[in-house]
Protein backbone atom coordinates (compact mmCIF):
# COMPACT_ATOMS: atom_id res chain seq x y z
CA UNK A 1 0.00 0.00 0.00
CA UNK A 2 1.38 3.22 0.41
CA UNK A 3 1.73 6.32 2.96
CA UNK A 4 -1.49 7.68 3.64
CA UNK A 5 -2.51 11.01 2.38
CA UNK A 6 -1.96 13.90 4.83
CA UNK A 7 -5.47 14.98 6.47
CA UNK A 8 -5.59 18.80 6.36
CA UNK A 9 -7.76 21.13 8.08
CA UNK A 10 -11.40 21.79 6.87
CA UNK A 11 -12.00 24.65 8.50
CA UNK A 12 -10.74 27.96 9.74
CA UNK A 13 -10.39 29.48 13.13
CA UNK A 14 -11.04 33.26 13.93
CA UNK A 15 -8.12 35.50 13.46
CA UNK A 16 -9.12 37.81 16.42
CA UNK A 17 -9.74 35.55 19.60
CA UNK A 18 -11.60 38.30 21.71
CA UNK A 19 -14.51 39.75 19.67
CA UNK A 20 -17.47 40.41 21.15
CA UNK A 21 -19.64 40.71 18.50
CA UNK A 22 -18.57 37.81 16.84
CA UNK A 23 -18.44 35.80 20.35
CA UNK A 24 -22.05 37.06 21.10
CA UNK A 25 -23.26 35.31 17.55
CA UNK A 26 -21.80 32.25 17.86
CA UNK A 27 -23.48 32.02 21.39
CA UNK A 28 -26.43 32.58 20.14
CA UNK A 29 -26.21 30.20 17.43
CA UNK A 30 -25.10 27.50 20.34
CA UNK A 31 -28.01 27.82 21.85
CA UNK A 32 -30.38 27.07 18.70
CA UNK A 33 -28.55 24.77 16.80
CA UNK A 34 -27.75 22.54 19.98
CA UNK A 35 -23.94 22.61 18.92
CA UNK A 36 -20.93 20.88 21.00
CA UNK A 37 -18.06 22.75 20.63
CA UNK A 38 -17.59 25.58 18.37
CA UNK A 39 -15.62 23.84 16.03
CA UNK A 40 -18.95 22.72 14.16
CA UNK A 41 -19.77 26.18 13.43
CA UNK A 42 -16.26 27.03 11.81
CA UNK A 43 -16.85 24.33 9.22
CA UNK A 44 -20.19 25.77 8.21
CA UNK A 45 -18.45 29.02 7.59
CA UNK A 46 -15.46 27.72 5.94
CA UNK A 47 -17.85 26.22 3.68
CA UNK A 48 -20.14 28.33 3.31
CA UNK A 49 -16.98 30.60 2.49
CA UNK A 50 -15.73 28.33 -0.30
CA UNK A 51 -19.00 28.55 -2.04
CA UNK A 52 -19.21 32.29 -2.00
CA UNK A 53 -15.18 32.72 -3.46
CA UNK A 54 -15.70 29.73 -6.08
CA UNK A 55 -18.83 32.27 -6.91
CA UNK A 56 -16.45 35.71 -6.91
CA UNK A 57 -13.89 33.67 -8.80
CA UNK A 58 -16.58 32.31 -11.43
CA UNK A 59 -19.37 35.43 -12.16
CA UNK A 60 -16.57 37.43 -14.35
CA UNK A 61 -15.34 35.01 -16.29
CA UNK A 62 -16.67 34.30 -19.55
CA UNK A 63 -15.71 30.62 -21.34
CA UNK A 64 -17.01 27.46 -21.61
CA UNK A 65 -15.23 25.84 -18.88
CA UNK A 66 -16.62 28.77 -16.53
CA UNK A 67 -19.95 28.02 -17.64
CA UNK A 68 -19.75 24.57 -17.08
CA UNK A 69 -18.62 25.23 -13.63
CA UNK A 70 -21.28 27.83 -13.07
CA UNK A 71 -23.82 25.67 -13.19
CA UNK A 72 -22.25 23.18 -11.71
CA UNK A 73 -22.07 24.93 -8.90
CA UNK A 74 -25.88 26.43 -9.11
CA UNK A 75 -27.13 22.83 -9.23
CA UNK A 76 -25.43 21.59 -6.09
CA UNK A 77 -26.51 24.61 -4.32
CA UNK A 78 -30.42 24.27 -5.87
CA UNK A 79 -30.18 20.74 -4.62
CA UNK A 80 -29.36 21.80 -0.51
CA UNK A 81 -32.08 24.48 -1.02
CA UNK A 82 -30.19 27.50 -0.41
CA UNK A 83 -31.03 29.12 -3.60
CA UNK A 84 -34.04 28.60 -6.06
CA UNK A 85 -33.75 27.52 -9.60
CA UNK A 86 -34.46 30.89 -11.28
CA UNK A 87 -32.06 32.60 -9.00
CA UNK A 88 -28.36 33.68 -10.28
CA UNK A 89 -25.07 33.00 -9.53
CA UNK A 90 -24.80 36.37 -7.88
CA UNK A 91 -27.65 35.50 -5.75
CA UNK A 92 -24.87 33.15 -3.70
CA UNK A 93 -23.03 35.89 -2.33
CA UNK A 94 -26.28 36.96 0.12
CA UNK A 95 -26.27 33.14 1.62
CA UNK A 96 -26.36 33.64 5.24
CA UNK A 97 -24.72 30.78 8.02
CA UNK A 98 -27.92 30.13 9.49
CA UNK A 99 -29.45 28.86 6.19
CA UNK A 100 -26.85 26.19 5.79
CA UNK A 101 -26.95 25.23 9.00
CA UNK A 102 -30.57 24.48 8.72
CA UNK A 103 -30.06 22.09 6.48
CA UNK A 104 -28.19 19.61 8.44
CA UNK A 105 -30.17 16.72 9.70
CA UNK A 106 -30.45 17.02 13.35
CA UNK A 107 -32.56 20.24 12.10
CA UNK A 108 -34.69 18.76 9.87
CA UNK A 109 -35.26 16.24 12.36
CA UNK A 110 -36.18 19.11 14.67
CA UNK A 111 -37.95 20.69 11.48
CA UNK A 112 -40.36 17.14 10.91
CA UNK A 113 -41.60 16.92 14.59
CA UNK A 114 -39.01 13.43 14.78
CA UNK A 115 -37.04 15.31 17.85
CA UNK A 116 -38.06 17.57 20.12
CA UNK A 117 -34.70 19.88 20.36
CA UNK A 118 -31.75 19.61 19.05
CA UNK A 119 -29.73 17.69 21.35
CA UNK A 120 -32.34 15.34 21.60
CA UNK A 121 -32.22 14.60 17.39
CA UNK A 122 -28.16 14.71 17.70
CA UNK A 123 -28.37 11.97 20.53
CA UNK A 124 -31.08 10.24 17.72
CA UNK A 125 -28.40 10.35 14.99
CA UNK A 126 -25.30 9.64 16.50
CA UNK A 127 -26.68 6.38 18.27
CA UNK A 128 -28.11 5.37 15.07
CA UNK A 129 -31.84 5.42 15.14
CA UNK A 130 -32.43 7.35 11.96
CA UNK A 131 -32.24 6.66 7.98
CA UNK A 132 -31.91 8.90 4.86
CA UNK A 133 -32.96 7.27 1.79
CA UNK A 134 -32.74 4.20 3.24
CA UNK A 135 -28.97 4.20 4.67
CA UNK A 136 -27.96 4.69 8.69
CA UNK A 137 -26.87 8.66 9.12
CA UNK A 138 -24.92 8.88 12.20
CA UNK A 139 -23.35 12.62 11.79
CA UNK A 140 -25.54 15.06 12.63
CA UNK A 141 -23.84 17.61 10.16
CA UNK A 142 -25.23 15.78 7.07
CA UNK A 143 -26.53 18.34 4.62
CA UNK A 144 -29.80 16.78 3.73
CA UNK A 145 -30.85 17.49 0.38
CA UNK A 146 -34.55 18.49 -1.09
CA UNK A 147 -34.70 15.25 -2.26
CA UNK A 148 -33.56 13.25 1.00
CA UNK A 149 -35.84 15.42 2.98
CA UNK A 150 -39.01 13.42 2.64
CA UNK A 151 -36.91 10.24 3.35
CA UNK A 152 -35.54 11.53 6.67
CA UNK A 153 -36.87 8.19 9.24
CA UNK A 154 -36.30 6.19 12.18
CA UNK A 155 -34.97 2.71 11.30
CA UNK A 156 -37.52 0.00 11.39
CA UNK A 157 -35.60 -1.89 14.11
CA UNK A 158 -35.75 1.22 16.30
CA UNK A 159 -37.79 0.99 19.48
CA UNK A 160 -38.37 5.19 18.12
CA UNK A 161 -40.21 3.66 14.84
CA UNK A 162 -43.29 3.45 16.84
CA UNK A 163 -45.54 6.37 17.34
CA UNK A 164 -46.48 5.33 21.12
CA UNK A 165 -42.52 5.77 22.40
CA UNK A 166 -43.10 8.15 25.07
CA UNK A 167 -39.99 10.64 23.40
CA UNK A 168 -42.12 10.81 20.36
CA UNK A 169 -43.82 13.78 19.54
CA UNK A 170 -47.97 13.59 19.22
CA UNK A 171 -49.47 15.33 15.68
CA UNK A 172 -51.37 17.35 18.31
CA UNK A 173 -47.35 18.82 19.50
CA UNK A 174 -46.33 19.11 16.14
CA UNK A 175 -49.40 21.15 14.81
CA UNK A 176 -48.72 23.37 18.24
CA UNK A 177 -45.27 23.91 17.07
CA UNK A 178 -45.43 24.52 13.65
CA UNK A 179 -48.24 26.78 14.30
CA UNK A 180 -45.62 28.30 17.53
CA UNK A 181 -42.74 28.80 14.92
CA UNK A 182 -45.16 30.70 12.49
CA UNK A 183 -46.17 33.22 15.18
CA UNK A 184 -42.46 33.78 15.99
CA UNK A 185 -41.79 34.76 12.03
CA UNK A 186 -43.98 36.98 11.97
CA UNK A 187 -43.14 38.94 15.14
CA UNK A 188 -39.31 38.51 13.85
CA UNK A 189 -40.35 40.43 10.36
CA UNK A 190 -42.85 43.00 12.19
CA UNK A 191 -39.76 43.74 14.30
CA UNK A 192 -37.51 44.22 11.63
CA UNK A 193 -39.62 46.23 9.50
CA UNK A 194 -40.13 48.72 12.34
CA UNK A 195 -36.16 48.34 13.10
CA UNK A 196 -35.68 49.52 9.25
CA UNK A 197 -38.25 52.46 10.00
CA UNK A 198 -36.24 53.80 12.92
CA UNK A 199 -33.28 53.48 11.34
CA UNK A 200 -34.10 56.18 8.74
CA UNK A 201 -32.27 59.55 9.39
CA UNK A 202 -33.77 61.43 12.20
CA UNK A 203 -33.09 64.63 10.36
CA UNK A 204 -36.51 64.19 8.48
CA UNK A 205 -38.70 63.92 11.84
CA UNK A 206 -36.33 66.85 14.31
CA UNK A 207 -36.33 70.24 13.40
CA UNK A 208 -33.00 71.69 12.18
CA UNK A 209 -30.61 73.40 14.50
CA UNK A 210 -29.00 76.55 12.80
CA UNK A 211 -25.19 77.25 12.65
CA UNK A 212 -24.70 80.43 14.90
CA UNK A 213 -23.40 82.32 12.11
CA UNK A 214 -26.49 81.26 9.61
CA UNK A 215 -28.41 82.69 12.77
CA UNK A 216 -26.41 85.97 12.71
CA UNK A 217 -27.22 86.36 9.23
CA UNK A 218 -30.85 85.53 9.21
CA UNK A 219 -31.23 88.63 11.87
CA UNK A 220 -29.25 91.08 9.60
CA UNK A 221 -31.36 90.09 6.61
CA UNK A 222 -34.51 90.39 9.10
CA UNK A 223 -33.79 94.06 9.60
CA UNK A 224 -33.18 94.83 6.30
CA UNK A 225 -36.49 93.83 5.54
CA UNK A 226 -37.75 96.10 8.37
CA UNK A 227 -35.68 98.87 6.99
CA UNK A 228 -36.88 97.96 3.86
CA UNK A 229 -40.43 98.26 4.94
CA UNK A 230 -40.00 101.38 6.69
CA UNK A 231 -38.40 103.56 4.27
CA UNK A 232 -40.98 106.51 3.12
CA UNK A 233 -42.38 106.99 -0.17
CA UNK A 234 -44.07 109.71 -0.71
CA UNK A 235 -41.51 113.18 -0.93
CA UNK A 236 -42.86 115.25 2.46
CA UNK A 237 -42.00 111.67 4.36
CA UNK A 238 -38.54 111.63 2.76
CA UNK A 239 -38.09 115.53 4.25
CA UNK A 240 -39.45 115.04 7.28
CA UNK A 241 -36.97 112.08 7.21
CA UNK A 242 -33.97 113.89 7.02
CA UNK A 243 -34.86 116.77 8.66
CA UNK A 244 -35.20 114.32 12.17
CA UNK A 245 -31.60 112.88 11.13
CA UNK A 246 -30.81 116.33 11.27
CA UNK A 247 -32.28 117.62 14.35
CA UNK A 248 -30.50 114.12 15.91
CA UNK A 249 -27.25 115.09 14.88
CA UNK A 250 -27.32 118.73 16.11
CA UNK A 251 -29.05 117.40 19.39
CA UNK A 252 -26.32 114.87 19.73
CA UNK A 253 -22.96 117.24 18.64
CA UNK A 254 -24.76 119.59 21.26
CA UNK A 255 -24.79 117.28 24.13
CA UNK A 256 -21.33 116.34 23.38
CA UNK A 257 -19.79 119.86 23.46
CA UNK A 258 -21.72 120.08 26.69
CA UNK A 259 -19.51 117.27 27.88
CA UNK A 260 -16.48 118.44 26.78
CA UNK A 261 -16.73 121.43 28.19
CA UNK A 262 -17.74 119.99 31.42
CA UNK A 263 -14.74 117.85 31.82
CA UNK A 264 -12.13 121.08 30.48
CA UNK A 265 -13.56 122.94 33.75
CA UNK A 266 -13.47 120.06 35.77
CA UNK A 267 -9.96 119.87 35.09
CA UNK A 268 -8.81 123.04 35.31
CA UNK A 269 -10.49 123.12 38.95
CA UNK A 270 -8.73 120.33 39.93
CA UNK A 271 -5.66 121.74 38.71
CA UNK A 272 -6.27 124.66 40.88
CA UNK A 273 -6.93 123.57 43.77
CA UNK A 274 -3.04 120.88 43.73
CA UNK A 275 -1.51 124.06 42.81
CA UNK A 276 -2.70 125.80 46.17
CA UNK A 277 -2.22 122.48 48.33
CA UNK A 278 1.40 122.36 46.57
CA UNK A 279 2.29 126.07 47.54
CA UNK A 280 0.65 125.48 51.44
CA UNK A 281 3.15 122.55 51.77
CA UNK A 282 6.51 124.12 50.30
CA UNK A 283 5.78 127.85 52.59
CA UNK A 284 8.06 127.22 55.78
CA UNK A 285 6.27 128.66 58.89
CA UNK A 286 6.26 132.20 60.32
CA UNK A 287 8.90 133.12 62.80
CA UNK A 288 8.19 134.65 65.46
CA UNK A 289 10.13 138.78 66.39
CA UNK A 290 11.85 138.92 69.58
CA UNK A 291 11.01 142.20 69.60
CA UNK A 292 7.43 142.51 69.74
CA UNK A 293 8.13 139.70 72.81
CA UNK A 294 9.97 142.13 74.61
CA UNK A 295 7.24 144.36 74.46
CA UNK A 296 4.32 142.07 75.81
CA UNK A 297 6.39 141.07 78.57
CA UNK A 298 6.96 144.78 80.13
Known amino acids: MGDPRKTRKKYETPKHPWNKARIDS ?36 QSVQADLLRNQLRSKLITLGLISEESQISEILGIEIEELMNRRLDSILVKKGLARSPLQARQFITHGHVLVSEKPITSPCYL ?58 KKRYQKKT ?48 KEE ?6 KGIKEEIEKEEGKRVNTPPEKENPKEVNEDAA
Open 26 to 61: EKALVKEYGFRRKKEIYKMGSLLKAYKDRAKDLIPK
Open 144 to 201: VSTEQESQVIFRARSSLYSMDHPERMQPEEIAKRIEEKENEEKQAASSEKDQKKSSYP
Open 261 to 266: LEKETE
Open 210 to 257: THPKKAETKEIKSKEVVAQEEIPVTVEEIKAKQEEAEQHKTHTVETEV
